[in-house]
């Protein structure tokens, strides 16, 4: 059987939204695009982990929810059509002697391109476990919050001290029966401004605690909660929210011969290239002086690296495309 093949200009690896800004921007400079991703829809952490959850470091938007933002960037990638490759890991990476990169997926599929831009933010992440009642998994307990309504009405326990926690609580406040907060420490690792929200609201806070059981039969029914002074609680809830972080792996991309540091980014240059002659990186996985993880620095970093990857496939093209205002300076 022949191996199924793909041939365009430029493959970006990783489909969260500095990916599909990158393929967007790609289209602009009238380069054919194939987004690879390890989930099965676009939209990468956001889509997979706070879809709900407003987002406010967008230009241009006071407040956007995650999936809004995914389908806005996703309406906006769709006008140049690009290939999705999803529910696939880039399981190997090399380059041939005709200037060629050849990707090959995990499920065998080939992808020959001539440049790529690694937008793969932490990599393939797992969530941290709840100590006490991993067996509720999936029967009450989750990791995230695909969707709000489905906790409407309910007692939901959400355990954490994050960004992640305490925007989930605030979400759900308005639509759950009731939302406690428990955090193990005494101080939030949360922005200053979702805390103070958080202490405003209806929220009930229990700090210094942590969630030692969960009770129930089909699903949880309760919660025991057990202070560092030694005293328990016990809450009624259907539905516990883990949000106590992940750890990342950048799996195979640490085969490829990419030079990576602190065990998890990969350093690039003001151009946003990687050692590897063609591959570039954009978003959270890049590392340089300087550098702040925010999704609008990585929209930044998308259009830099591809107007980089446009002149290294095309030396005749302008690194400079032209402003988007100028209808002659991009492909329609």
Same mark, same amino acid.
């Given at each position: 059987?022949?191996q199924?093949?793909?041939? =365009?200009d430029l493959a970006?690896?990783? %489909?969260g939204?500095v990916?599909?800004?990158?393929?967007?921007?790609?289209?602009l400079?009238?380069?054919?695009?194939v987004?690879?991703?390890?989930l099965? *829809?676009?939209?990468g952490?956001?889509?997979?982990?706070?879809?709900d959850?407003?987002i406010?470091?967008?230009?241009?938007f006071?407040?956007?929810? %995650?999936r @809004?933002l995914?389908?806005?960037?996703?309406?906006?990638v769709?006008r140049?059509?690009?290939t999705?490759?999803?529910?696939?890991?880039?399981?190997?990476?090399?380059?041939? #002697?005709?200037?060629?990169?050849?990707?090959?997926?995990d499920?065998?599929?080939l992808?020959? /391109?001539r440049?790529? $831009?690694?937008? #793969?933010?932490?990599?393939t992440?797992?969530? =941290?476990?709840?100590?006490?009642?991993?067996?509720?998994?999936?029967? #009450?307990?989750?990791?995230?919050?695909?969707a709000?309504?489905?906790?409407?009405?309910?007692?939901v $326990?959400? /355990?954490?001290?994050? !960004?992640s926690?305490? !925007?989930?609580?605030?979400?759900? *406040?308005p639509?759950?029966?009731?939302?406690?907060?428990?955090?193990r420490?005494?101080a939030?690792?949360?922005?200053?401004?979702?805390?103070?929200q958080?202490?405003?609201s209806?929220v009930?806070?229990i700090?210094?605690?942590?969630?030692?059981?969960?009770l129930?039969?089909d699903g949880?029914?309760?919660?025991?909660?057990?202070g560092k002074?030694?005293?328990?609680?016990?809450?009624?809830?259907?539905?516990?929210?883990?949000a106590?972080?992940?750890?990342?792996?950048?799996?195979?991309?640490?085969?490829?011969g990419?030079e990576?540091?602190?065990?998890?980014?990969?350093?690039?240059?003001t151009?946003?290239?990687t050692?590897?002659p #063609?591959?570039y990186?954009?978003?959270?996985i890049t590392?340089?002086?300087g550098?702040?993880?925010?999704?609008? /620095?990585g929209?930044?970093?998308?259009a830099?690296?591809v107007?980089?990857?446009?002149?290294l496939?095309?030396?005749?093209?302008?690194?400079?495309?032209?402003?988007?205002? @100028?209808?002659?300076s991009i492909?329609?």
């Amino acid at each position: 059987m022949s191996q199924e093949a793909i041939d =365009r200009d430029l493959a970006v690896i990783g %489909g969260g939204p500095v990916g599909l800004y990158a393929a967007y921007y790609a289209g602009l400079r009238s380069l054919s695009t194939v987004i690879i991703d390890s989930l099965p *829809e676009p939209g990468g952490q956001v889509s997979a982990m706070y879809p709900d959850k407003p987002i406010y470091d967008i230009a241009g938007f006071p407040s956007i929810k %995650g999936r @809004d933002l995914v389908s806005g960037l996703v309406e906006q990638v769709t006008r140049f059509a690009p290939t999705y490759v999803l529910d696939q890991r880039a399981q190997v990476l090399q380059r041939t #002697g005709n200037a060629t990169i050849e990707i090959t997926t995990d499920k065998g599929v080939l992808i020959r /391109v001539r440049a790529v $831009v690694i937008s #793969g933010g932490i990599g393939t992440f797992t969530p =941290r476990p709840l100590p006490a009642g991993s067996e509720f998994l999936g029967r #009450g307990l989750a990791f995230f919050v695909p969707a709000l309504d489905a906790h409407a009405g309910q007692d939901v $326990v959400v /355990v954490g001290g994050g !960004d992640s926690a305490c !925007d989930w609580a605030l979400s759900l *406040e308005p639509i759950a029966r009731s939302v406690t907060l428990v955090h193990r420490r005494p101080a939030f690792r949360a922005h200053a401004h979702i805390v103070e929200q958080l202490h405003a609201s209806t929220v009930s806070v229990i700090i210094d605690s942590e969630v030692s059981k969960l009770l129930g039969t089909d699903g949880v029914e309760q919660v025991e909660i057990t202070g560092k002074d030694g005293s328990t609680m016990t809450l009624p809830a259907q539905a516990v929210i883990a949000a106590l972080g992940f750890t990342a792996n950048l799996g195979p991309i640490r085969d490829w011969g990419v030079e990576i540091v602190g065990n998890r980014h990969i350093p690039v240059d003001t151009t946003m290239a990687t050692n590897i002659p #063609g591959v570039y990186a954009a978003g959270d996985i890049t590392e340089y002086r300087g550098k702040v993880r925010l999704i609008s /620095v990585g929209f930044g970093e998308a259009a830099t690296a591809v107007n980089n990857a446009a002149v290294l496939i095309n030396p005749e093209e302008q690194l400079f495309p032209g402003h988007s205002s @100028d209808s002659l300076s991009i492909a329609v």
